[in-house]
Each structure stands twice: as C-alpha cells, then as structure tokens.
Nanobody
Framework: QVQLVESGGGLVQAGGSLRLSCAAS????????MGWFRQAPGKERAFVAA????????DYADSVKGRFTISRDNAKSTVYLQMNSLEPEDTAIYYC????????????????????WGQGTQVTVSS
C-alpha cells in the first residue's frame, strides 16, 4: 500500500510560480510511474503530467506544455511539479498518483490505470 501526500499548493498571482511536491511512503517508489492530475471547480479531473520510473520519459497535457515541468527524486521518494507562468485557468485541486503498469502516452494520460492517489492540494491563481 502506497501513501501519497501532496504539498506546495497555495494562492499565487497570474504569471507567478509554484512547486508542488508529492511524497510517497509504504512502497518501492521507483516501481511506479507517477502522474499529476487536476480538478477545477465544476469540471472532471484531468491529466496534467506524468513521468516514468527512472525519470527519462515525461508526458504533458497540451495546456501546460512549456510552463510546467515534472521531475522526481527516487532517493527521496518524491515527485515534483514545477508550475511557471500560472494562469487563472490553472486554478484547481492538484492530485498525484502512482501506477505500476507500463509507461505509455495512452496509459498515463488516463486516471483509470493509477493504483494510488493522494488527497490533493489546492492551487488558486488570481488575475
């Protein structure tokens, strides 16, 4: 059983930056590829970014490409999401998730395969 705890959310002005962290415990972190998803008010949860077990492969939603960067530190069992040039449309609850399956674009962009989820951290971007 893997536990995931997100942190780093908050209130920021448009154009600002935040770095989210997701700390994992209770499992072998390097066995999972990791994803970030977000859920805006009144909308379904949506894919943001994913990173493979060794950190070599990444994938991003078109809406965040060039602004967000996902990374991981397997020694610290932590995955990060660096968010730059934030926009009000980025306001959402951000969740990290872990998946034991193979890393492919068609798989990591769907929330269905992910085995474990964190509780989420709120990000609010003011205009």
């Amino acid at each position: 059983q893997v536990q995931l705890v997100e942190s780093g959310g908050g209130l920021v002005q448009a154009g600002g930056s935040l770095r989210l962290s997701c700390a994992a415990s209770g499992g072998t972190f390097s066995s999972y590829h990791m994803g970030w998803f977000r859920q805006a008010p009144g909308k379904e949860r949506a894919f943001v970014a994913a990173i493979s077990r060794g950190g070599v492969n990444t994938d991003y939603a078109d809406s965040v490409k060039g602004r967000f960067t996902i990374s991981r530190d397997n020694a610290k069992s932590t995955v990060y999401l660096q968010m730059n040039s934030l926009e009000p449309e980025d306001t959402a609850i951000y969740y990290c998730a872990a998946d034991r399956g193979p890393f492919s674009s068609s798989r990591v962009t769907s929330e269905t395969p992910y085995d474990y989820w964190g509780q989420g951290t709120q990000v609010t971007v003011s205009s």
